[in-house]
């Protein structure tokens, strides 16, 4: 007899459930109701059932027909559920079924979402550190808010805010005030990328000893420069 138990328990076979979804449903702004359901229509969708009624998922679950139905309302509304219209070319009939391809896209979007916060957060993180070794103290509340501006408001990458810090550095013109020139010029040129800042640099550099000097008699006579000196 336990034998015959042990069988048929073997015969029910297993539903793989992606661990991305234990670890990622609330993320997506579903609770535990909304996610067993989820679980319980996958598990229908592996046994072949690919449109269980409210009435099968009820008696898997502590919910009525009505509030199976609400949840799968919900979910449909969320944009993680969707049900499909198949037709048999054959018999001519229309068939409908659940689609869960929008829960696992809605789940790998969040993932790489919180990835690139995590990386956004570490990178500015460095930023500020980089920030304070070069000015070899720690930042002031302004200084720091004006960090927070650059990345925040003006959409600078972390990245392209260490080449201006660098460029300042090398121009021996250290100070907020001057990096934000930079970094304004750039934005002004449509520069997003070191690389691109690097040829802008070098365009510039080019553009301006193509320029002839006149030689200046009067001493007095002050020499102009170009504005953004930090080329």
């Not at 509030?67 to 018999?91: P, R, Y």
């Not at 690139?116 to 720690?138: A, C, H, I, M, W």
């Amino acid at each position: 007899m336990k034998r015959e138990h042990l069988q048929k328990w073997l015969n029910e076979g297993s539903t793989s459930i992606p661990n991305l979804l234990l670890k990622k449903y609330k993320h997506i702004g579903i609770d535990e109701a909304e996610c067993m359901l989820l679980i319980q229509i996958h598990s229908f969708i592996e046994r072949g059932n690919r449109f269980p009624t409210p009435e099968e998922l009820s008696k898997r679950m502590t919910f009525s027909d009505e509030a199976c139905m609400h949840l799968i309302k919900q979910l449909i509304n969320k944009g993680l559920l969707k049900i499909e219209e198949h037709k048999d070319t054959v018999k001519q009939f229309y068939s409908e079924s659940y689609s869960l391809v929008p829960l696992w896209e809605a789940l790998v979007l969040k993932t790489l979402q919180m990835e690139d916060t995590v990386e956004k957060l570490q990178n500015e993180e460095s930023t500020y550190t980089l920030f304070e070794q070069e000015f070899g103290r720690p930042l002031s509340p302004i200084e720091c808010e004006t960090l927070t501006l650059w990345i925040d408001e003006d959409n600078h990458s972390a990245a392209l805010i260490k080449a201006a810090l660098k460029e300042a550095v090398l121009s021996g013109k250290l100070s907020f005030r001057y990096i934000d020139r930079i970094l304004f010029e750039w934005k002004k040129n449509g520069i997003k990328t070191v690389e691109e800042a690097h040829k802008y640099g070098e365009k510039f550099r080019r553009h301006s000893l193509s320029k002839p000097q006149s030689q200046e008699t009067d001493k007095n006579k002050k020499v102009t420069y170009p504005f953004y000196n930090w080329l």
